[in-house]
C-alpha cells in the first residue's frame, strides 16, 4: 500500500474515496477514529491519511487528484455593488461593507 495524501478533514478523504472508487482504484482511510474532536487540529502523525491498496495504481491516483484539483475553479472575483470594493470569490459578501454579493450565481 502507498500512501496518497493526507487531510484534517475525514470528510475530504471520504470523497476522495469515493472518487477514487468510481474510478476503479481501491483505497482506505487510515487513522480515520484519531479525529473525532471538536474544532482539535490532531497531531500530524494522526491526520487521517488516504493510502492506495495497490501499489501500482498509486500514479494513477495521484493523476485523478490533479485533475480532480484543476477541475474545481475557484469562483472569480467580484466587485462590491455597495463601495466598489473588490473581493475574492470565495467571500460571500464584502470584507469592506458587508454587503452580500449580489452576483447571480
Ligand atoms: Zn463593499
Keep these: 500500500m502507498k500512501r496518497l495524501t493526507s487531510n484534517e478533514s475525514i470528510a475530504y478523504l471520504g470523497h476522495l474515496k469515493n472518487l477514487l472508487e468510481q474510478s476503479g482504484v481501491g483505497c482506505i482511510i487510515k487513522n480515520e477514529q484519531l479525529s473525532g474532536g471538536l474544532g482539535e487540529i490532531p497531531f500530524l502523525e494522526c491526520l487521517p491519511e488516504l493510502w492506495v491498496i495497490r ?51
Design 55 to 105: 501499489d501500482a495504481q498509486l500514479a494513477e491516483a495521484q493523476s485523478l487528484l490533479q485533475e480532480l484539483a484543476q477541475s474545481s475553479p475557484s469562483a472569480p472575483a467580484w466587485r462590491c455593488a455597495g463601495c466598489g470594493e473588490s473581493n475574492e470569490g470565495q467571500f460571500a459578501a464584502c470584507w469592506n461593507c458587508g454587503r452580500a454579493d449580489e452576483r447571480d450565481t
